[in-house]
């Protein structure tokens, strides 16, 4: 069984930062890629940022420069901190882990992890 464990969100004001973190668990064999997506209400869940095992990054134009993304791929754990954070940010944030592979059985499976609420607002 992998879970995927989300935790750092929040409320903070504009202009202010979060950390994002991410934890795989289970009999996890390897995982291409890890990113975060955001849903906010009302609009499609949208790619803010991802990062391959080999340290490949993609971000979502409208939050390049401000946040970055990294991962610890012997913690199966990914990282999202935000700077700069505006108003627009405010979504619930959603980790995945993109082509896992178990143990059990060695297919890939992707994964979702259940949501952080992110608030941004004075």
């Known amino acids: 069984q992998v879970q995927l464990v989300e935790s750092g969100g929040g409320l903070v004001q504009p202009g202010g930062s979060l950390r994002l973190s991410c934890a795989a668990s289970?009999?996890?064999?390897?995982?291409?890629?890890m990113g975060w997506y955001r849903q906010a209400p009302g609009k499609q869940r949208e790619l803010v940022a991802a990062?391959?095992?080999?340290?490949?990054?993609n971000y979502a134009d409208s939050v390049k420069g401000r946040f970055t993304i990294s991962r610890d791929n012997a913690k199966n754990t990914v990282y999202l901190q935000m700077n700069s954070l505006k108003p627009e940010d405010t979504a619930v944030y959603y980790c995945?882990?993109?082509?896992?592979?178990?143990?059990?059985?060695?297919?890939?499976?992707?994964?979702w992890g259940q949501g952080t609420q992110v608030t941004v607002s004075s």
């Open positions: 995945n882990a993109e082509r896992l592979i178990v143990y059990s059985d060695y297919r890939e499976y992707d994964y």
């Open positions: 990062i391959t095992s080999g340290g490949s990054t």
């Open positions: 289970g009999s996890i064999f390897s995982i291409y890629a």
